[in-house]
């Protein structure tokens, strides 16, 4: 598999990328990767990672449920649950923030959070570059399409990207279009995990939020401030993602317990859940963190 090294930080332009952790694929290839941390702002990447040609044959797993609606094993179920809370909890969010009429949905899957905000009135559009999820996602009388390129520009109120961002290969490029897309007073959800939080320091090479290589970015404030403020946006909130920790800790203990989800297993996942949670408080370092974003 042909792999690629970054030379430049694509948030602050620096050179000076240090070795920072190495992490194993546990759902996909079972190859170890390398996470390297800029020295000047903290944004952490995938390096070497996939080049976008062979970015695909690691998303290939019955195991990747973001794109699938099916739940089979025990721990599917959770998560399916998780995520029906969870896109009432996002509506809600973005309800009470933003002016709400019409919304784009970047990274979309299957399209569940599209489905809901048009229930609700709103007018949506995703975009989403699996074609097996889109068409799943079509099925749901959504309007999906492959790129952002493809959208008109200046007409979106709100743009979400809920755990999209450490996936998209061209940082820079990408912000750019989502402004372009974002009408006058419009504003942008962007929800990454942050390798700062309590549960990423105590499974360090284990936790399930580096994901890699499907994660080619990694985010703490610093760096998300860093590539935010390159890209002209200002940060207008910071929102905590609480229930991540207990989804992010449960996965990291099945990993550790070789892919087993035993009752020992869950209990352990939700105590550190709990843990993060509470140790988080204090310097608002919580598993994932939403920005709310606007030009
Ligand atoms: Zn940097």
């Known amino acids: 598999m042909t792999l690629e090294t970054l030379a430049v930080c694509p948030a602050c332009g620096s050179q000076n990328f240090l070795d920072f952790i190495q992490c194993k694929d546990y759902t996909v290839s079972h190859e170890s990767f390398h996470v390297k941390r800029c020295g000047t702002c903290g944004l952490c990447a995938t390096c070497p990672r996939p080049t976008t040609e062979n970015a695909a044959a690691y998303y290939e797993s ?21 995520r029906h809370f969870t896109l009432a909890w996002k509506y809600s969010l973005v309800k009470s923030t933003a002016n709400h009429r019409s919304l784009l949905d970047v990274g979309c899957g299957t399209g569940d959070f599209l489905a809901f905000a048009k229930a609700k009135g709103l007018t949506t559009f995703g975009t989403e570059p699996s074609a097996k999820a889109r068409a799943v996602a079509q099925k749901k009388d959504v309007n999906v399409v492959n790129s952002i390129a493809s959208l008109p520009t200046q007409t979106f109120d709100v743009i979400t990207l809920w755990h999209v961002l450490e996936h998209i290969y061209d940082l820079p490029g990408t912000l750019d279009k989502l402004k372009e897309r974002l009408n006058e007073h419009g504003t942008i959800f962007i929800a990454v995990p942050n390798y700062e939080s309590p549960d990423a320091m105590h499974y360090k090479n284990t936790w399930a939020a580096y994901d890699v290589p499907r994660h080619v970015w990694h985010f703490s404030k610093n760096g998300m401030h860093s590539l935010l403020g390159n890209a002209s946006l200002s940060v207008k909130k910071i929102v905590p993602m609480k229930l991540d920790a207990y989804y992010v800790s449960l996965l990291s203990e099945k990993y550790k317990a070789d892919g087993k989800f035993t009752p020992a297993v869950a209990i352990r996942g939700l105590y550190n859940g709990w843990k993060s949670n509470l140790l988080a408080k204090r310097e608002k370092n919580y598993s994932s963190l939403i920005y709310v974003v606007t030009k």
Do not use: E, F, N, P
Request: glycine share 4%.
């Open 62 to 82: 019955t195991d990747y449920i973001s794109h699938s609606s099916g739940a089979k094993s025990l721990m599917d179920r959770v998560y399916v649950l998780a």
